[in-house]
């Protein structure tokens, strides 16, 4: 397992590398350009910008989360080649500064959803929450429009002009079914895949969050069975899975464990994070600990541990704890937390069988 955590940006987020850099066992940065519209091609000097910030402190960009796919992709549009070409010269920068796995997801119109970004738990803390009635209830235009009227909240993968075409967004996708979406993604691939291989980078889809269809817009990233559906669409391991264990997990039925045995070598990245899941369909996002949600973490170390997966891990949403003013899910206090006690399963996994180990550790020297 290589520790990478995730890091917003120069002035974009609370966390700074310095604090990062004090988090045991972390070897690398996840990184995008966030401020870039889906579709655009990253500049190669603005790529180089963030190597060079995160150099000094001998952080590597291995995964980059994410490079957001174009509508036009995910709907098949006259027009989709050339932002699928805009992909391809993207992935060519990214090769030149080293990166070795791409992020993205292939969710219609909006990335992850919550109804409340800072629900109070017994402890007072706060997290993410979701409430399930309340989305069915929604009205979408509404949704955004109330995200876009704070100015300090911004969404992965949104920019604001989005709104004034959501309107035409939501109609283009009416008649889009999942076979559709999954034809388009096979699409995608197919042209993609190739590059990737001959640059080696790895692609991982994000699952859908949540794992089911909202706003009626349809979603293909959900279960064990679709996922098993898109490795199968190319079959490269360059086309692989971000396994994401909170996002997959706010379903009952989702056996994450199951999964990691069945995707072992498609798994390129893992998000490992716990959900507290209610009878009627909502979550609130709790600590990393088993105990703490409704999702087993020690299990799904444990399974990572018996693959011998070597991929990269990052803790995923932490709770806001002590105060801390951050990104919604994205303080450091949480996430740190989160991370020893990945390392602490990890390790306690590797003294019982014995193992000789090599360890990572923070890579500076000691002066006497
Ligand atoms: C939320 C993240 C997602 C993820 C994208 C990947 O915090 O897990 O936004 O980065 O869906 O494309």
């Known amino acids: 397992m290589r520790m990478v955590f995730r890091w917003f940006g120069e002035g974009n987020d609370s966390v700074s590398l310095t604090k990062i850099k004090q988090i045991p066992g972390v070897e690398g940065i996840v990184w995008a350009l966030h401020d870039i519209p889906a579709g655009e091609i990253w500049p190669l000097d603005r790529i180089q ?18 490079v957001n796919i174009h509508e036009s992709i995910k709907l098949g549009s006259a027009d989709r080649d050339v932002y699928i070409m805009n992909y391809l010269e993207t992935i060519k920068h990214l090769a030149s500064v080293g990166v070795k796995v791409i992020c993205y997801n292939f ?53 604001p002009e989005r709104l004034e075409t959501l309107k035409d967004l939501f109609a283009a996708y009416q008649d889009v079914t999942t076979d559709d979406l999954m034809n388009n993604l096979q699409y995608f691939l197919e ?30 990233v959900t279960t064990q069975d679709q ?28 056996d994450i464990v199951a ?23 909502d979550f609130i996002e709790t600590s990393h600990r088993t105990q703490d949600g409704s999702v087993p973490i020690d299990q799904i170390v444990k399974a990572y541990h018996d693959i011998g997966f070597d991929g990269y891990v990052r ?54």
């Not at 969710?107 to 109804?115: A, G, L, N, Q, S």
């Not at 009635?133 to 909240?153: F, W």
């Not at 996922?227 to 989702?254: F, H, M, Q």
């Not at 991370?339 to 390790?347: F, K, R």
Request: proline residues 6%.
């Open 49 to 66: 910008e963030v190597k060079k910030q995160t150099d000094l402190y001998g952080f590597h960009l291995d995964v980059v989360e994410s």
């Open 107 to 159: 969710m219609p119109v909006f990335d992850w959803v919550r109804t409340d970004l800072f629900r109070s738990l017994p402890d007072q803390s706060t997290a993410l929450f979701y409430e399930k009635e309340k989305v069915t209830a929604m009205d979408p235009l509404e949704l955004v429009r109330k995200i876009a009227a704070n100015p300090d909240y911004t969404m992965p993968g949104w920019e």
């Open 191 to 220: 042209k993609v895949i190739p590059i990737c291989e001959e640059y080696d980078i790895k692609l991982a889809i994000h699952p859908d969050d949540p794992p089911w269809e909202i706003f009626g817009l349809p979603r293909i």
């Open 227 to 254: 996922l098993r559906e898109i490795i199968k669409l190319v079959p490269s391991e360059y086309n692989g899975i971000t396994l994401c264990s909170g996002a997959l997990g706010a379903r009952k039925d989702n």
């Open 259 to 281: 999964m990691i045995h069945d995707f072992k070598n498609r798994i390129h990245f893992a998000h490992i994070r716990n959900v507290k899941l209610f009878d009627n369909g």
């Open 315 to 368: 803790p995923d949403h932490g709770r806001h704890i002590w105060e801390e003013q951050c990104r919604p899910g994205y303080g450091l206090y949480d996430r740190a937390l989160g991370i020893m006690y990945l390392w602490g399963l990890w390790d306690a996994y590797n003294n019982y069988n014995g193992k000789d180990v090599q360890y990572v550790t923070n890579q500076l020297e000691f002066k006497k």
